[in-house]
């Protein structure tokens, strides 16, 4: 979901800061960021994905319990969710492929994307195999802390009946913001993270 169109707003840094940051995206505007080097933790690398990484990815979306509480229910089919990743690498963001570095195995996948201008992140699934473990946190912490840089605030926007999608993001701080659909993709429910909650919450 949301408006997949390059924005016109532009990243405002330093020329120092910009050079120091230039080797890690390929971007010209906040929400045009295309990763060139991982973001990685101890144990958890995101990077972008590319049209080789579909079979892995499909080896995890295929379990059909990932979409129980998702409006899509039928992304398990292999021919929905192909559907699914052409639209994450077209996103002019791109698609990330969420790596477990202990095995170096594709666990799942997430984006950012712009939505009424403004920047979020979501499109997020992680084998069950890591639910209930640190590692959706650890992805979402990637992300903002790298978003951070450019932005004071990030949106989530959560199909209303996905409880456990809600619940994690009003665990790091998300609030309610309300309904913001687009008119051809309702029944979502969308919640603001802002930058300074962030910080006291990851810190």
């Known amino acids: 979901m949301g408006d997949e169109r390059g924005p016109s707003i532009r990243i405002h840094a330093s020329h120092h800061h910009w050079n120091g940051l230039r080797d890690l995206l390929d971007c010209k505007s906040i929400f045009m960021v295309k990763l060139i080097k991982p973001l990685e933790d ?4 995101l990077i972008q994905a590319e049209k080789k990484h579909l079979s892995d990815l ?3 979306a295929k379990d059909p319990q990932l979409w129980v509480q998702h409006n899509a229910k039928d992304r398990w089919q292999k021919e929905i ?11 002019g963001n791109g698609l990330l492929a969420i790596i477990d570095k202990k095995n170096n195995e594709i666990i799942g996948s997430t ?3 712009p939505h009424k ?3 979020s992140i979501g499109y ?10 640190s590692t959706n946190f650890q992805v979402k912490k ?13 949106y989530f926007h959560i199909w209303e009946g996905n409880i ?27 919640y603001l993270l802002k930058k300074d909650i962030w910080n006291k919450k990851s810190n």
């Open 164 to 190: 456990r999608s809600q619940k994690a993001v009003q665990k790091i701080g998300a609030e309610y913001f309300g309904s913001w659909d687009e008119p051809d993709q309702p029944n979502h429910h969308t």
């Open 58 to 60: 499909y080896n995890v």
């Open 124 to 133: 997020t699934f992680i084998s069950r195999k890591h639910w209930g473990t």
């Open 111 to 113: 984006r950012y994307y």
């Open 81 to 91: 969710f192909s559907k699914f990743f052409n639209k994450g690498l077209d996103n």
């Open 42 to 45: 101890e144990t958890i690398k």
């Open 117 to 119: 201008e403004k920047l």
């Open 142 to 154: 990637l992300m903002l802390d790298y978003a951070y840089q450019f932005t004071d605030e990030i």
